[in-house]
């Protein structure tokens, strides 16, 4: 049976056009093509962190008052895949890093007032049978189940008074908070499976929190 799809003519005049264009302005013509094609191409596929399972989820972040003065706090859930549990399992250690931002909200753009960047591992001793949390005070906390340890590193608390930087009345601010793994902490061998296995995605995005007042 012919086909039914006729070939596609490029128009005389435009053909003509691009003749007349010297070498350079042709290339110039082409790299925009090619890279509005590429772009279109990429837009297509799908977000390596779009929906994952195992991302970590930030549930809270809060300015909260204490007897020396406020302090920043946040509620995260983090979800381990398969991957990284048997990594665990097999004495790989895994780390991430809980970023805290509190930013006074500005008429032309925002300024960050205060930054800090929250460590936590987390390691399982075999011969022990426990899961060990090394928290950002560098204390180590021992744990017989992998749920307790992931809920000890669930309420990351920033114990560095804000003093002088206490949010100001009439001034608006919001809390940005990420929880980011690690994966350059990870064995050599294993850091190219976790840049492109969603398995090892366990990084949250940036959430946003306006303080309450």
């Given at each position: 049976m012919p086909s039914l799809a006729k070939p596609f003519r490029v128009p005389p005049a435009i053909t003509s056009a691009f003749r007349s264009l010297s070498l350079r302005e042709r290339e110039i013509i082409r790299d925009g093509i090619l890279s509005v094609g590429l772009f279109l191409c990429l837009s297509l596929l799908p977000s390596a962190g779009a929906a994952n399972p195992y991302?970590?989820?930030?549930?809270?972040?809060?300015l909260v008052e204490t007897d020396s003065g406020p302090q920043l706090q946040a509620q995260i859930d983090y979800q381990l895949s398969p991957s990284a549990k048997e990594a665990l399992h097999k004495g790989i250690a895994l780390n991430w890093r809980?970023?805290?931002?509190?930013?006074?909200?500005?008429?032309?753009?925002?300024?960050?007032?205060?930054?800090r960047e929250l460590p936590y591992r987390i390691r399982?001793?075999?011969?022990?049978?426990?899961y060990e949390v090394l928290a950002p005070n560098q204390a180590s906390e021992m744990f017989l189940t992998l749920n307790a340890a992931l809920g000890y590193m669930s309420n990351p608390r920033d114990s560095t008074p804000l003093g002088a930087i206490s949010p100001r009345p009439g001034q608006r601010y919001y809390l940005a908070v990420k929880c980011q793994f690690e994966r350059e902490d990870l064995p050599v061998p294993l850091r190219p499976f976790a840049y492109l296995d969603p398995q090892w995605f366990l990084s949250s995005d940036w959430?946003?929190?306006?303080?309450?007042k």
């Amino acid at each position: 049976m012919p086909s039914l799809a006729k070939p596609f003519r490029v128009p005389p005049a435009i053909t003509s056009a691009f003749r007349s264009l010297s070498l350079r302005e042709r290339e110039i013509i082409r790299d925009g093509i090619l890279s509005v094609g590429l772009f279109l191409c990429l837009s297509l596929l799908p977000s390596a962190g779009a929906a994952n399972p195992y991302a970590a989820i930030i549930r809270r972040a809060d300015l909260v008052e204490t007897d020396s003065g406020p302090q920043l706090q946040a509620q995260i859930d983090y979800q381990l895949s398969p991957s990284a549990k048997e990594a665990l399992h097999k004495g790989i250690a895994l780390n991430w890093r809980v970023l805290l931002k509190l930013r006074a909200v500005g008429r032309l753009w925002d300024r960050t007032v205060y930054s800090r960047e929250l460590p936590y591992r987390i390691r399982f001793h075999a011969l022990l049978n426990q899961y060990e949390v090394l928290a950002p005070n560098q204390a180590s906390e021992m744990f017989l189940t992998l749920n307790a340890a992931l809920g000890y590193m669930s309420n990351p608390r920033d114990s560095t008074p804000l003093g002088a930087i206490s949010p100001r009345p009439g001034q608006r601010y919001y809390l940005a908070v990420k929880c980011q793994f690690e994966r350059e902490d990870l064995p050599v061998p294993l850091r190219p499976f976790a840049y492109l296995d969603p398995q090892w995605f366990l990084s949250s995005d940036w959430t946003l929190w306006p303080i309450q007042k």
